[in-house]
C-alpha cells in the first residue's frame, strides 16, 4: 500500500525554466510534509517542509505547495539550475516531522544546460 | 560534528554471514531513525529510538534485525544470518524533539548510508 505516490519517474527541463515535481498522497491523517533530495552514493539531504495548516511554503528558489483537499502537493523550483539534476523525493509524517517518515519513490530531475 | 555519520559505507558478505552497521547522530539530537532503500524505492522506515529507549519498529524489521542504542547517542544494526534480500542502502536518521510535549517541527538529517551487498 503506497501511501505516498510520485507518478513521474523523471522530468527534464532546460535550465532556467520551472520544475514542478508532484506527489499525492492517500493517508489523510498526515500533518507534515518534506522534499528532500538525493545525489548518488549519500544519503537524502532536506529541502523543504509545509505543514498542513498551511497550502504554502517558500525558500529561496524553493516553493512547496500542498492542497489538502486534493490530497496532493508539488514542490516548485524557479529558476532550475544544472546543479539541481537529483533524485527528489516526498515524503509524509503523522504528528511532526520527529517521527517516523514515509516516502515516495522519487523523481529523477535532470536540468539540461 | 558536521552532520550524521555511518560506518562502514559499504559491505560486502556472503550469505549466512552477521553484519553491523554503526550510525552516529547529531550530538543534540535525542531522536534516531533507521531506514532501509532497494533500488527505484524511496527509504522505508525500520525503527526509531528516542534517547536509548526503541519507539517503534516495523513489521519489515524481521527477528533476523536487531538494533540498539545503548547510551543514548551512537546506534547499531545488526542482521544476523544475512539473505540475499537484505540487500539495500541502510540509512541511519537524526533529528531534536521538544520535550515540553508541544508538537515541535523539525526535519530529519539523514547520514550518507552503507550499502549492504549480500553475496
Known amino acids: 500500500d503506497q501511501q505516498v505516490k510520485q507518478n513521474s519517474p523523471s522530468l527534464s527541463v532546460q535550465e532556467g525554466r520551472i520544475s514542478i515535481l508532484n506527489c499525492d498522497y492517500t493517508n489523510s491523517m498526515f500533518d507534515y510534509f518534506l522534499w528532500y533530495k538525493k545525489y548518488p552514493a549519500e544519503g537524502p539531504t532536506f529541502l523543504i517542509s509545509i505543514s498542513s495548516i498551511k497550502d504554502k511554503n517558500e525558500d529561496g528558489r524553493f516553493t512547496v505547495f500542498l492542497n489538502k483537499s486534493a490530497k496532493h502537493l508539488s514542490l516548485h523550483i524557479v529558476p532550475s539550475q544544472p546543479g539541481d539534476s537529483a533524485v527528489y523525493f516526498c515524503a509524509a509524517s503523522v504528528d511532526g516531522a520527529t517521527n517516523k517518515l514515509i516516502f515516495g519513490t522519487g523523481t529523477l530531475l535532470a536540468v539540461q544546460p | 560534528d558536521t552532520g550524521v555519520s555511518q560506518d562502514p559505507r559499504h559491505k560486502i558478505t556472503k550469505r549466512g554471514q552477521n553484519v553491523t552497521f554503526r550510525c552516529d547522530p547529531i550530538s543534540e539530537h535525542n531522536r534516531l531513525y533507521w531506514y532501509r532503500q532497494t533500488l527505484g524505492q524511496g527509504p522505508e522506515f525500520l525503527t526509531y529510538?528516542?534517547?536509548?529507549?526503541?519507539?517503534?519498529k516495523s513489521r519489515l524489521l524481521s527477528d533476523r534485525f536487531s538494533a540498539e542504542r545503548p547510551k543514548g547517542s551512537f546506534s547499531t544494526l545488526e542482521i544476523q544470518r544475512t539473505e540475499q534480500g537484505d540487500s539495500a542502502m541502510y540509512l541511519c536518521a537524526s533529528s531534536p524533539w521538544g520535550t515540553s510535549g508541544s508538537r515541535v517541527y523539525n526535519e530529519q538529517f539523514f547520514g550518507p548510508g552503507t550499502r549492504l551487498t549480500v553475496l
Open positions: 529510538f528516542q534517547n536509548e529507549a526503541q519507539l517503534e
